[in-house]
């Protein structure tokens, strides 16, 4: 089609049609949900040039996502269209940017902050857990609608918290929140930066500048209830474009019953041969839309099995189930040579998750309130090793990084890991597959624990691996590497129970 910018964009039929029923219903809301791979990225700069320049507010979840989207939709209105999360609630509170971690003064730091607020522990968690702990009520409080903390915005505990200590933690949790609220240079240090301004602009009543006419956003799966309820109070159509299924763990944030919405399900990135990897999880997922994913006829992706002891190719990205999964494979490839490293934004959270562990297994050589900016929040429920076997007994990425742990490897070791120095060469990248969405790699190989065999605690974290699987294959541009057909992992799980059930 030829844009009112007189521009030339092809597009597939579905697209087309969006964009014509767009074009005639400008004053209307839309959200798409579009599978991955279906150009929803090229579809925004479309929609885009429908739109007067400058009467469009562009917004990703974070800096690289934003440029990704930059580069795919071209120069629609200026090369730096758009703003992150962050930016936008900046913005909107006229805000300077928090400093990032590296540039605080030396002073601030986790064990600092705890002190100053006086947390002294809940139950048999010490200072630094508990305040983990505080940071995930705040990160859940942050990403909700909600003008006060509640009992709701506390994290899930394998061993529930008594009454009382859940009143404690809550306190502790509102001390925290008016703490940061006063002294915005710790946000980069708690790792919560985004959520915590955009959950400042939300409770200050801060709406979308009346200048722009439209606002557009982008995997949209990633969208904080707290951020639609700012843009929802403004008189700007709302246009959406995301992927349920890219949404792994946490609630997608639905939209309401007047919105037009529109379904495109044919990815002009995979092909034919992905249809029967990607159906089945579909089909299988317990709530999430059931319309079958189509590849093109024109596109196609090499899909290879590889056998037990591969190593993947040089420039593959390694897409694991966990941490724990993480760790194994940068250790094995390691030992056989290789650097597998973590991306630039993962690499200093895996490394102090990696000392947390090793920490915890050897109390009397190593302290967890000695790690820089204090322990992994993973590890926010555990206080002893015991604890973290108790709660990891089912996976096998565990199990064998603690065969490893008994073996002798300590903080030396891992800080003389080819991946953890950022070594180039023959290397391969490594992420978790929940935080790959919205990307693409050109070569990616799933690990055997991301499609593990054992079973699955209930239907809800078997829905979540669903989503997690669907991402990793759907970011292959070129090359898939597999260790099993996924329509036979569907059948092995669907041939055996749940340990545990869930109720209604």
């Not at 090793?358 to 109390?363: E, V």
């Not at 709660?391 to 565990?398: G, L, P, T, V």
């Not at 300590?410 to 969405?437: F, I, P």
Request: charged fraction near 25%; glycine fraction near 6%; charge should be neutral.
């Amino acid at each position: 089609m030829i844009t009112p910018r007189h521009r030339e964009r092809w597009l597939s039929p579905a697209q087309d049609k969006l964009v014509r029923t767009f074009r005639a219903n400008l004053d209307e809301d839309l959200h798409v949900q579009g599978y991955a791979g279906i150009g929803k990225s090229h579809l925004l700069g479309t929609l885009m040039e429908c739109l007067r320049p400058g009467g469009a507010l562009l917004l990703a979840h974070t800096s690289g996502k934003l440029e990704a989207l930059r580069k795919r939709i071209g120069d629609v209105h200026g090369s730096k269209a758009g703003l992150t999360f962050i930016e936008f609630a900046q913005l909107l509170l006229n805000d300077p940017k928090p400093k990032p971690v590296n540039e605080l003064p030396k002073f601030l730091s986790k064990r600092a902050l705890s002190q100053e607020l006086n947390i002294i522990g809940v139950r048999d968690y010490d200072t630094q857990s508990t305040l983990n702990i505080c940071l995930k009520v705040l990160k859940n409080y942050c990403r909700s609608r909600d003008y006060t903390l509640s009992a709701k915005h506390l994290p899930y505990f394998n061993q529930p918290l008594s009454s009382m200590d859940a009143r404690v933690v809550l306190e502790y949790s509102s001390q925290l929140w008016g703490y940061l609220e006063s002294n915005p240079a710790w946000y980069g240090l708690v790792e919560l930066d985004a959520l915590l301004m955009i959950k400042r602009a939300s409770l200050s009543g801060c709406v979308v500048p009346a200048r722009y006419s439209h606002v557009l956003i982008d995997e949209s799966q990633d969208l904080p209830a707290s951020l639609m309820q700012i843009i929802e109070r403004g008189r700007q159509v709302l246009i959406t474009l995301g992927d349920e299924y890219q949404q792994a763990g946490g609630a997608f944030v639905s939209r309401g019953r007047g919105v037009r919405r529109s379904e495109i399900a044919y990815s002009v990135r995979s092909g034919r041969n992905v249809e029967s990897l990607v159906n089945p999880l579909i089909y299988r997922h317990s709530s999430k839309g059931k319309i079958p994913f189509e590849g093109a006829s024109n596109t196609d992706i090499a899909v290879k099995y590889y056998p037990q002891g591969f190593l993947p190719p040089e420039g593959c990205v390694v897409l694991a189930a966990s941490r724990w999964d993480m760790m194994k494979w940068i250790i094995q490839m390691d030992a056989a040579g290789r650097a597998l490293i973590p991306s630039t934004e993962a690499q200093k959270d895996l490394k102090r998750f990696m000392a947390t562990a090793i920490a915890l297994f050897k109390p009397d050589f190593y302290s967890v309130e000695q790690i820089p900016d204090g322990p992994h929040l993973d590890f926010s429920e555990f206080s002893s090793w015991q604890q973290v076997c108790d709660a990891n007994r089912y996976d096998e990425s565990f199990l064998w990084v603690e065969a490893e742990l008994e073996k002798g490897f300590n903080v030396a070791d891992m800080n003389q890991l080819k991946g953890m120095l950022g070594q180039s060469g023959n290397s391969c990248m490594v992420m978790m597959a929940e935080q790959a969405g919205g990307m693409e790699f050109d070569v990616v190989l799933l690990t055997p624990q991301l499609l593990t065999v054992n079973k699955f605690r209930d239907v809800n974290e078997f829905d979540q691996r669903i989503c997690a699987v669907y991402i990793a294959i759907s970011r292959a541009k070129f090359k898939l590497y597999v260790p099993y057909d996924v329509a036979e992992w569907i059948a092995h799980h669907d041939s055996q129970k749940f340990r545990e059930f869930s109720g209604y």
